[in-house]
């Protein structure tokens, strides 16, 4: 697929944000010649959490002495942007280390998730796996202990939440936040997903894989075939695929690049455990918007069913979706797409869905594709969607523009 087609549905911008997934220089030049809006660009890149890689991919081309094309004002302002960004990726790094190190000394065992297991576990840079916050795994039994430890070491309960008593249930404890103010931020798992989830990639199924972070006294990372599975569940079902693209493109880049994942292996997994369509579109994502070299193989093992054809006008529907607020009447048209793509009732997920276990912790126009009209069962058809911001969402779609 070429890279160009991939892309379709992406403003200017977001592919030049996108192109930033891998380092090559090519692409990101090609994408960069296409003129994105300076204003436009910094959204996509802060939307992202992209701007540090984004600025220093800049700042490459300008030292090597290439003009980016973008106004002086744009280029200096994305740098400070991203100065402080740099800063907050560095502070969070070591209050996760400080963190760690109060947690082994009072034997509460640690599993590094999402970013924290690429930086701390795998030596990325901080800033060259940007995050908001740590994601950390601890045994149910651990949990309290863990939350107090973390309040005495300079973490504070995140204001404007539901009452402690809330998460009793959940697959996590209250969002903290740094006491500096700082907008660090720390999550205490007691497990991967919610309890209304479809998958057997779980807390304890991470326990054969794991393995000891050096420097890091009773911590771990999982196995690279369960970075990857928990990627990609996490973009297309926790997130439904409209938000946190670009971190979790990056990190099937890096995962991809080690040689330590076997298609044949994991994707035996991914269908046995029902996240074999999280697991494709992740990858087919990564290799058309990302331009990462996905072996062919991997779509060979997890094709879903789909034609060419409908795997595009799907992949056009997420992009314009990315991170974009839902206009009205859009929202069962968006659930319908994501069905059709992810096939739940075909990968055993029954009736769970992504937007059926949150609604007990966030407003239902808050959520991810949340609100709006029924969505319409499977098989039937259509129904008629109200709304002109569902008509023009569907003839993009279906016109490619």
């Not at 936040?177 to 199924?205: I, V, Y």
């Not at 799907?314 to 992810?342: C, D, I, K, N, Q």
């Amino acid at each position: 697929m070429r890279t160009d087609e991939g892309r379709r549905g992406l403003d200017p911008a977001q592919r030049l944000v996108f192109a930033t997934v891998t380092d090559d220089d090519e692409g990101f030049a090609h994408e960069l010649g296409r003129g994105p809006d300076p204003g436009n660009l910094i959204a996509a890149a802060e939307a992202e959490r992209a701007t540090p890689v984004l600025a220093r991919r800049l700042r490459s081309l300008r030292s090597g002495g290439v003009e980016p094309g973008l106004p002086a004002e744009a280029l200096a302002h994305l740098d400070r942007l991203a100065m402080v960004h740099e800063f907050r990726l560095r502070e969070l790094d070591d209050r996760l280390a400080e963190t760690l190190a109060r947690f082994g000394q009072e034997g509460i065992r640690v599993v590094l998730l999402k970013g924290a297991a690429f930086t701390r576990g795998l030596g990325v840079a901080p800033t060259d796996r940007p995050m908001g916050d740590v994601d950390l795994l601890v045994a149910p039994e651990d949990a309290a202990r863990a939350w107090e430890l973390a309040r005495e070491s300079g973490w504070q309960r995140q204001a404007d939440l539901p009452p402690l008593e809330a998460y009793e249930e959940h697959h996590h404890l209250p969002p903290m936040g740094d006491e500096a103010g700082l907008r660090l931020g720390l999550e205490l798992h007691t497990e991967l997903f919610q309890d209304e989830n479809p998958f057997t990639l779980s807390g304890a199924s991470l326990e054969s894989g794991l393995r000891p972070v050096e420097g890091h006294p009773g911590v771990f990372i999982p196995s690279a075939p369960d970075l990857l599975l928990h990627a990609a569940t996490h973009l297309v079902w926790s997130h439904v695929l409209r938000f946190g693209a670009w971190k979790t493109l990056r990190d099937v880049h890096l995962l991809l690049a080690s040689g330590a994942l076997d298609p044949e292996a994991v994707s035996g997994r991914a269908r046995e455990g029902g996240a074999a369509s999280c697991l494709f579109w992740t990858l087919e994502l990564a290799r058309a918007w990302g331009g990462v070299p996905v072996d062919e193989r991997w779509f060979e093992l997890l094709d879903p069913g789909l034609a060419p054809r409908q795997v595009a006008r799907l992949r056009r529907h997420f992009a314009l979706s990315l991170a974009r607020e839902e206009r009205p009447g859009t929202v069962a048209l968006g659930r319908r797409f994501w069905e059709e793509a992810v096939d739940p009732e075909g990968q055993g997920h029954g009736a769970v869905r992504p937007w059926t276990g949150s609604e007990r912790w966030i407003p239902e126009e808050g959520l991810p594709g949340g609100g709006g009209a029924e969505v319409p069962s499977s098989g039937r058809g259509p129904r008629l969607l109200r709304g002109w911001g569902a008509i023009r969402h569907l003839a993009r779609v279906l016109t490619a523009r």
